[in-house]
T-cell receptor, first 115, second 112 residues
C-alpha cells in the first residue's frame, strides 16, 4: 500500500513569490493534517481536515496561507506571498482516526527555502 | 507555556547504556499519548503508544502519569541505531477526534 505522497520534495523561491504543496494521503484515511517543522523543533499543526472539512485551522496564518482538500482526498497548501521566515519543512500526515491508536502517517515532507 | 514540553538534549550515551526521556503536557483533558521517532531529515514515525498502565516493546518502555501530566520513555541497552530525535505527542482532541500536538523532540546520540 502506498504511503502519504507529497510534492515537491524541495522548493527554492524568492520572497514574495507564491508556492504550493500537494499531498495525497493514504487511501481511506479521512483525516489529513498539514504540519510545519522548523529545524530543531517538533512539527507544528497548521490545519486539520476531516474529509473535506477544515475542522481546525486556528494555527494557519490566513493572511498568506491557504489550504484546500477537494473531494476529501488530496490536499493543497499554498503560501502567497512567501516570506523568509516561511523556510521550513511542510509535512502532510493522514490517519484513519479510528480507535485509540490513531497513528499518524507522514509523507517525506516538502522542504521550502525562501531567499 | 508550551502544551508539550521536552528536554531538547542532546543526550550522548555509550552503547549499552540505559537512557530516559521525559515529557510534560499542560492539557489535563488530553486523551492519548505517543512517542514518535524522527531520523535526521526524515519524517516522524510512530514508535509506541503510551498507556496508563505502562507498556513495553522490547528495549523500550513507556509510562504515563496522568496526575502529574508526565510521560516517559526508557530505552535499555542502547544501540547505535537508536540515534534519532524522539518526539512526545499528545492528542488533545475530544473522544474520537485526533489533534496531535508534538513536543520539540529530544535528540539522542548513541556512541560506539
Amino acid at each position: 500500500e502506498a504511503g502519504v505522497v507529497q510534492s515537491p520534495r524541495y522548493k527554492i523561491i524568492e520572497k514574495k513569490q507564491p508556492v504550493a504543496f500537494w499531498c495525497n494521503p493514504i487511501s481511506g484515511h479521512n483525516t489529513l493534517y498539514w504540519y510545519l517543522q522548523n529545524l530543531g523543533q517538533g512539527p507544528e499543526l497548521l490545519i486539520r481536515y476531516e474529509n473535506e472539512e477544515a475542522v481546525d485551522d486556528s494555527q494557519l496564518p490566513k493572511d498568506r496561507f491557504s489550504a484546500e482538500r477537494l473531494k476529501g482526498v488530496d490536499s493543497t497548501l499554498k503560501i502567497q506571498p512567501a516570506e523568509l521566515g516561511d523556510s521550513a519543512v511542510y509535512l502532510c500526515a493522514s490517519s484513519s482516526g479510528t480507535g485509540m491508536s490513531g497513528e499518524l502517517f507522514f509523507g517525506e515532507g516538502s522542504r521550502l527555502t525562501v531567499l | 507555556r508550551k502544551e508539550v514540553e521536552q528536554d531538547p538534549g542532546p543526550f550522548n550515551v555509550p552503547e549499552g547504556a540505559t537512557v530516559a526521556f521525559n515529557c510534560t503536557y499542560s492539557n489535563s483533558a488530553s486523551q492519548s499519548f505517543f512517542w514518535y521517532r524522527q531520523d535526521c531529515r526524515k519524517e516522524p514515525k510512530l514508535l509506541m503508544s503510551v498507556y496508563s498502565s505502562g507498556n513495553e516493546d522490547g528495549r523500550f518502555t513507556a509510562q504515563l502519569n496522568r496526575a502529574s501530566q508526565y510521560i516517559s520513555l526508557l530505552i535499555r541497552d542502547s544501540k547505535l541505531s537508536d540515534s534519532a530525535t524522539y518526539l512526545c505527542v499528545v492528542n488533545i482532541g475530544g473522544s474520537g477526534t485526533y489533534k496531535y500536538i508534538f513536543g520539540t523532540g529530544t535528540r539522542l546520540k548513541v556512541l560506539a
